[in-house]
């Protein structure tokens, strides 16, 4: 499936590309498309516990479909992202009439949006970590994240002036580019995944993938948790810090997997709870002034840009090794999705939480989840980045050399 040799190993890209199209397509579509969903529901006509249950229903097919497509996804990988991608294009189309549905209906439309969303999305990122090496899949991971920053950033720039009907049509369409252009690149890889597939349960029971698990859940949780609070702290400046996060993150994606696989994943994940947790102790402190809201949205972007293109793609195919990744890539998910319908619960509350007081305890939890990783070992070979320093050694010795001649 790879080529290369055995000191230097090289992806190939020809394998490497419908891989990309289908991680970059479906990450940015699923970022849209939620976006969209959600500003829908805000414009609804409809009470606090109706606005939960849609939610919930998306949330609830996400879950579940998650679940099932890591099961049955590994043994048709082609098909079953044909399917996936088709199934996005059917329901974005079905989103242009969300506003003049029946409540039932729109509760069934959310349910088969979340569905269209998960029941992929493991096999996805198993795909991208099948046909990358352990010692470069940080850089790639950086690079496909990268894409997604700066592509979602430009396609929500091009729907903004659309209205809604338009903007879903146009999501649509973007789905079915991605379907169309993996139909004509998927024959030219062998996406099979590897075989020996885990039991959930015996992956909860490695140590290691613990020590990692538990610093995510606490930043998932924190992170939903407070941004409510942020979007009622910032008002309309909040839309330009996601703009912004998003420019920053595409950067720091292809930075941050760029040292992943020069120093380790452990030291990148680390480095990112630290800024995030300086990030909020700068807001805890002066709130009120706009300045700690640029220091936030500048250290929130660089934090999110490494944890992207580490967390969210490169960790857990490491974790996986040898074995079938698409449990562990769902292991890895699932609290970042479920994680997000806590952002929906605690909205409606945000008035009477003191600011303070939630970004003090951010920033404490957030710097408490660095301890578990100090115990974690590093997911990158160290054998790996001594062979990486090695390989630099005799380059630069043999230009050195090249000069004396």
């Given at each position: 499936?790879?080529?290369?040799?055995?000191?230097?190993?090289?992806?190939?890209?020809?394998?490497?590309?419908?891989?990309?199209?289908?991680?970059?397509?479906?990450?940015?579509?699923?970022?849209?498309?939620?976006?969209?969903?959600?500003?829908?529901?805000?414009?609804?006509?409809?009470?606090?516990?109706?606005?939960?249950?849609?939610?919930?229903?998306?949330?609830?097919?996400?879950?579940?479909?998650?679940?099932?497509?890591?099961?049955?996804?590994?043994?048709?990988?082609?098909?079953?992202?044909?399917?996936?991608?088709?199934?996005?294009?059917?329901?974005?189309?079905?989103l242009?009439?969300?506003?003049?549905?029946?409540?039932?209906?729109?509760?069934?439309?959310?349910?088969?949006?979340?569905?269209?969303?998960?029941?992929?999305l493991p096999?996805?990122?198993?795909?991208?970590?099948?046909?990358?090496?352990?010692?470069?899949?940080?850089?790639?991971?950086?690079?496909t994240?990268?894409?997604?920053?700066?592509?979602?950033?430009?396609?929500?720039?091009?729907i903004?002036?659309?209205?809604?009907?338009?903007?879903?049509?146009?999501?649509?369409?973007?789905?079915?580019?991605?379907?169309?252009?993996?139909?004509?690149?998927?024959?030219?890889?062998?996406?099979?995944?590897?075989?020996?597939?885990?039991?959930?349960?015996?992956?909860?029971?490695?140590?290691?993938?613990?020590?990692?698990?538990?610093?995510?859940?606490?930043?998932?949780?924190?992170?939903?948790?407070?941004?409510?609070?942020?979007?009622?702290?910032f008002?309309?400046?909040?839309?330009?810090?996601?703009f912004?996060?998003?420019?920053?993150?595409?950067?720091?994606?292809?930075?941050?997997?760029?040292?992943?696989?020069?120093?380790?994943?452990?030291?990148?994940?680390?480095?990112?709870?630290?800024?995030?947790?300086?990030?909020?102790?700068?807001?805890?402190?002066?709130?009120?002034?706009?300045?700690?809201?640029?220091?936030?949205?500048?250290?929130?972007?660089?934090?999110?840009?490494?944890?992207?293109?580490?967390?969210?793609?490169?960790?857990?195919?490491?974790?996986?090794?040898?074995?079938?990744?698409?449990?562990?890539?769902?292991?890895?998910?699932?609290?970042?999705?479920?994680?997000?319908?806590?952002?929906?619960l605690?909205?409606?509350?945000?008035?009477?939480?003191?600011?303070?007081?939630?970004?003090?305890?951010?920033?404490?939890?957030?710097?408490?989840?660095?301890?578990?990783?100090?115990?974690?070992?590093?997911?990158?070979?160290?054998?790996?980045?001594?062979?990486?320093?090695?390989?630099?050694?005799?380059?630069?010795?043999?230009k050195?050399?090249?000069?004396?001649?």
């Open positions: 499936m790879r080529s290369g040799n055995a000191s230097k190993p090289k992806i190939v890209w020809k394998e490497f590309l419908p891989a990309f199209i289908v991680a970059f397509n479906s990450l940015t579509w699923i970022t849209l498309t939620y976006a969209m969903f959600n500003s829908s529901v805000s414009n609804l006509h409809v009470s606090t516990i109706e606005t939960l249950v849609l939610f919930a229903a998306y949330y609830a097919g996400v879950a579940g479909s998650s679940i099932l497509g890591s099961i049955i996804c590994p043994r048709a990988r082609e098909i079953s992202f044909l399917l996936w991608m088709l199934a996005g294009v059917v329901v974005s189309t079905l242009t009439t969300i506003t003049t549905n029946s409540t039932s209906v729109t509760i069934l439309t959310s349910l088969f949006l979340g569905i269209s969303v998960g029941f992929g096999s996805c990122l198993a795909y991208f970590a099948d046909v990358t090496f352990v010692e470069n899949r940080g850089i790639h991971g950086g690079i994240w990268s894409a997604v920053g700066f592509g979602t950033l430009l396609l929500a720039l091009l903004s002036a659309l209205n809604s009907v338009l903007a879903f049509l146009a999501l649509a369409a973007w789905r079915g580019l991605g379907l169309i252009t993996f139909f004509f690149t998927r024959s030219k890889a062998k996406i099979q995944s590897t075989r020996n597939p885990s039991a959930y349960s015996s992956i909860l029971r490695r140590r290691t993938v613990i020590l990692y698990l538990v610093p995510w859940i606490m930043f998932c949780l924190v992170n939903f948790v407070e941004a409510p609070m942020l979007e009622n702290l008002g309309e400046f909040f839309i330009l810090v996601g912004i996060e998003f420019a920053i993150s595409g950067l720091f994606a292809f930075v941050g997997g760029i040292l992943a696989d020069l120093v380790g994943r452990k030291r990148i994940i680390i480095i990112g709870f630290v800024v995030l947790g300086i990030e909020y102790a700068v807001l805890s402190l002066l709130s009120e002034m706009p300045v700690s809201w640029y220091i936030y949205t500048a250290f929130d972007g660089i934090a999110w840009g490494m944890f992207a293109s580490v967390f969210l793609m490169t960790l857990w195919g490491d974790l996986a090794g040898k074995y079938e990744k698409e449990k562990y890539y769902l292991i890895g998910g699932l609290p970042y999705i479920l994680a997000s319908f806590l952002s929906v605690v909205k409606p509350y945000v008035g009477i939480i003191p600011l303070g007081t939630a970004f003090s305890l951010a920033s404490f939890f957030l710097f408490l989840a660095v301890i578990p990783l100090m115990y974690a070992p590093e997911t990158l070979p160290e054998k790996k980045i001594r062979e990486r320093e090695l390989r630099e050694y005799i380059e630069k010795a043999k050195i050399k090249e000069k004396h001649d």
